[in-house]
């Protein structure tokens, strides 16, 4: 039985990002402590740019062993690793190459390749790297999520093919809007992290949030951010106000 969404409300994004950074230390440190390394799968988009950047703040940066940690992806745009929307890219200039993180740390999705060609190749690594034993999902010790307005996730958009995968861990993907192919994790790979955390800020968002983490009968089809229910693991909702503010229960944190 998948636990309750644990659901935070900050005062603004600058809050929120101060807070998803203590987390992110929080659980990297007691993964490093347990397993001697922090599997960790970063988000796209927009929202987690703060947090990769005051992550790798000299504040931050000093609380963490990263030479510890593994960066793994939820998803990417099937574009090269240096294109202006590429994942990677965000992450390597915002994050990586500040930190000075080795390659061999970094395990991106090889947005160049097709995409068929390029999930098989990250499932394969992602094997190798979590040494799962066939016919078991992964544990990763923290997937960071965001959501679209349409309570897309990772690149698991609504209606699509991708949300009832049973037994691969990583596919191909499309965005109905958009005709960009995509790669992602399944939601079997997601919800057997030990902590997901959906970091979500804007008023744009705060409808979607309520109908996914409120859901009512006769709402639309399951948005692929309300499948997001962890087997055993710990599910954060770290809300701005903005996104928060249709909700009908939301406490500050
Ligand atoms: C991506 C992300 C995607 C993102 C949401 C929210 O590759 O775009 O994985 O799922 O998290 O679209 O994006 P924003 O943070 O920009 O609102």
Do not use: C
């Not at 807070?19 to 929202?47: D, P």
């Not at 947090?51 to 030479?67: E, G, H, M, T, V």
């Not at 390029?118 to 010790?141: I, K, M, N, S």
């Not at 990583?170 to 997601?190: E, K, Y």
């Amino acid at each position: 039985m998948s636990q309750a969404p644990a659901i935070h409300t900050f005062t603004d994004a600058q809050e929120l990002t101060r807070a998803a950074a203590g987390l992110f230390l929080e659980v990297g440190k007691q993964a490093i402590a347990e397993r001697n390394r922090f599997l960790v799968a970063l988000s796209g988009g927009s929202t987690p740019k703060a947090l990769y950047s005051i992550l790798a703040n000299d504040k931050y940066a000093q609380q963490l062993n990263w030479s510890k940690v593994h960066f793994l992806f939820g998803d990417e745009r099937s574009v090269p690793p240096t294109h202006a929307d590429s994942n990677f890219a965000m992450a390597n200039a915002i994050l990586f190459s500040p930190l000075h993180i080795p390659s061999a740390q970094i395990h991106r999705m090889r947005g160049e390749d097709p995409p068929e060609t390029a999930a098989a190749q990250y499932e394969t690594t992602l094997r190798h790297l979590t040494t799962a034993v066939p016919g078991q999902w992964p544990r990763l010790d923290l997937v960071l999520l965001g959501m679209g307005d349409d309570g897309h996730t990772a690149s698991l958009f609504p209606g699509t093919a991708s949300l009832t995968e049973q037994t691969r861990w990583v596919v191909p993907s499309t965005s109905p809007q958009g005709t960009r192919a995509r790669v992602t994790l399944t939601l079997g790979v997601i919800n057997h992290a030990s902590v997901i955390l959906f970091l979500v800020a804007g008023r744009n968002k705060a409808a979607v949030v309520r109908r996914v983490l409120e859901q009512r009968p006769g709402d639309p089809g399951p948005y692929p951010a309300a499948l997001i229910r962890p087997e055993t693991g710990r599910l954060l909702w770290y809300l701005d106000r903005a996104a928060a503010s249709e909700l009908t229960a939301t406490t500050d944190d």
